[in-house]
């Protein structure tokens, strides 16, 4: 009798959402230059947060690339003015760029990349953003990345 009442607890709780912090998100790009989320919230509770790229598209990177940049939101244009400068060598981020928190590389259609970064980077209440550096792209290609309270 005690068996099956241990059994019944350790399947009951086993049932019950599961608390742990998400530290990593999947943002897919496309053809038409938008990614599918303009939103990520990472968890204070994170150590490392990891962000994975998919370019759903099917045009090479030469013509229609997409990375994944995250700034301040008040980096964000001279970031992506210094990344232009780059070039698709440097994946249009600036070497050395001190105002780049993390980057992806730059992937065309069917490709994909992931980059991880130290959450300790993340200050609360400060705002952030991504975009894709791509010339042309970071007007239209972007969202606002938030640390959870």
Known sequence: ????????????????????????????????????????VVDKSCKQFTVHLKHVGKMAKVAMGHNWVLSKEADKQGVATDG????????????????VIAHTKVIGGGESDSVTFDVSKLTPGEAYAYF????????MMKGTLKLSN
């Open 84 to 99: 232009m400068n780059a070039g698709l060598a440097q994946d249009y981020v600036k070497a050395g760029d001190a105002r």
């Open 132 to 139: 894709c550096s791509f010339p042309g792209h970071w007007a």
């Open 1 to 40: 009798m005690l068996a099956k009442a241990t059994l019944a607890i350790v399947l009951s709780a086993a049932s019950l959402p599961v608390l742990a912090a998400q530290c990593e998100a999947t943002i897919e790009s496309n053809d038409a230059m938008q990614y599918n989320l303009k939103e990520m």
